[in-house]
């Protein structure tokens, strides 16, 4: 089958705009600045080991491993991340450096092609012994995405051949045949890596490795239980109430109706099934997934893209059990659930893929960088008083303010391969011409019917409602152009040269048929009026309470603005509310104001008495922008008389 694919990053440029100064903020400091985080250089930033581990590995420097037995996938999603930013803005200095550290990686890898700097200095007789826990075949899927990424930027080999040779490894070592280790990682990643390894090298050998380790998940005699007895180790602490379920192995894939477990290894599983249902053309996978998605986004998504309300485990809990101030809402989570959602697009055009990746993108994702990109929050709740926070997850990584960098950094390196690679998720070609599903002012060219064309969009999205684009093909080319209309917005407008189009809209977008000639400009109108959100009543825990949302968008309250206790503040049902640009709030954003009460404290803990009032000016800023004034408290969902 013909499946749509993304851009190459190469063909999509930023200019200008929100996103275009999320993409610049990435490239210009927060990879530098990690580099340096990673080579234990940033003061006063909880050190990482990574470069200092290589090091000793390769027998480059003396010393002793440091941090966590995971701690190298950091430093391979960096690579990824670096590798990005080669492939849309050359860069001599980083590119040498590349050269230099994948040197340092080289001279670390074993001749059997084994590379995990804790097993190698640490542990080396115990390499694959605690596959339950120790995350070496995550390591490795996160190096072997660094080395594709590293090679379809560069075109060089050099990392490529080192996570092949290490891929030849795990082939060897893992399968169900005579002297194989018939397991499979109890953190998924490895399955995504191996399928862009194949797209990578054109050896499908790969992707059907992934596929064992997918098929084989959960299966009986169950690998892992057997694994944890031979071991004689009681199950880690996350795992004492959901068991293997935790890891998604205690039932095989296709067997699973709700997302379970541990949400990042959830959400990767996801990708990796998709990928492969693509890659394979496996029907079964591919019900799977539609099965699995429509769970998540109906029964197990936050308002703000978010996955996983327990702390405790970093997992899915029951269906609708979404608490705002209990969210754990991990970073990761959120970016996999990007991952899930652009590879369902890669199926189907279907608006409401790209309004939840759109959604975790713009909430949940952007709160966990800071504006000026050196620091990151790992959990993003939805309510926080922080006096509270700190005393109830004060060893569950959830902070009332980000942080420079994590013992457990997965989440500032994902941030910026993300985006990095944002350009992969704006638009794809497909093969009736090209589909749009993200806005943001920039230029992107593809071939499409032998002539080479660019689009140049050009908007203010997320903050205005217009998007323009003049369609600029060397000659003209008929084909399709097909444009998003967000599942939020209602009386979308339509124009191709000033002459208004019928607007018909299939799955969530709009196709405009046409042959194109340069200087062709459509116009796009997305109303974002303020809308007041209410949760499915089964959503206890917010009953009563609504969240403020414009176009994409997912609005809060701070402190700075109102003062503690935001619980006590009231939004009238028909209170009205409207938006403001402020260019000197947060770098320049929308804000939306209206007034509402708040309740005022009684003289007792408990009264029968209605309390008293007084009125109350609100500004809800952006949640994806909270926590860059302060500490204090923060809130989603208020209360509504």
Known sequence: MNYPSALPLGQVRFTRGFLAERARLVREVVIPYQWEALNDRVAGAEPSGCVHNFQVAA??????????FWQDSDLAKWIEAASYRLATHPDAALDAELDRLIATLAKAQG?????????????????????????ELYVAGHMIEAGVAHFQATGKRTLLTVVAKLADLIERTFGLGPGQIPGYCGHEEIELALVKLARATGEIRYARLAAYFVN?????????????????????????FDGLATLQAARPVRELTEPVGHAVRQMYLLAAMADLARELGDATLRRACDTLWASLVRRHLYLTGGVGAEPYGEKFTEPFDLPPDRAYAETCAAIGVIFFARRMLEFEL???????????????????????????FYVNPLELIPAVAKRRYECHLVKTQRVGWFGCACCPPNVARLFASLGEYVASQRPDGLALHLYAEGELRAAIGGADVRLAVRTDYPWTEEVAIEVRPAA????????????????????????????????????????WAPGDLVTLTLPM??????????????????????GPVVYCLEEPDHGANLAGIVLPRAAPLAPRHDPALLGGCVVIEGTGYRVQPG???????????????????????????????????????
């Open 59 to 68: 027998g480059e420097k003396p010393g002793k491993f440091y941090g966590l």
């Open 111 to 135: 001749a059997d092609g084994y590379l995990n700097t804790y097993f190698q200095l640490v542990e080396p007789q115990n390499r694959w012994a605690n596959l339950r826990d120790c995350h």
């Open 476 to 515: 003209p080319v008929e084909f399709t152009l097909s444009l998003r209309i967000p599942g939020w917005c209602r009386g979308a407008k339509l124009a191709v040269n000033g002459r208004a189009q019928e607007l018909a809209v299939t799955h969530g977008y709009a196709a405009v048929r046409r042959t």
């Open 529 to 550: 009026p303020v809308e007041r959100v209410r949760a499915d009543p089964r959503v206890s825990t917010v009953a009563g309470r609504v969240a403020l949302q414009r």
């Open 350 to 376: 279907r608006g409401e893929y790209a309004d939840v990746m759109e959604r975790a993108l713009y909430n949940n994702v952007l709160s966990g960088m800071s504006l000026d990109g050196t620091k990151f």
């Open 603 to 641: 003289a007792s803990l408990y009264q029968t008495t209605p309390p008293a009032t007084a009125p109350q000016p609100l500004r809800a800023i952006p949640y994806g922008l909270w926590a860059n004034r302060g500490e204090g408290e923060m809130t989603v969902w208020i209360h509504e008389s």
């Open 216 to 240: 084989q998940r959960g299966q009986e005699p169950n690998y892992l239980q057997a694994e944890t007895k031979r071991r004689g180790d009681p199950l880690p602490w996350h795992m004492y």
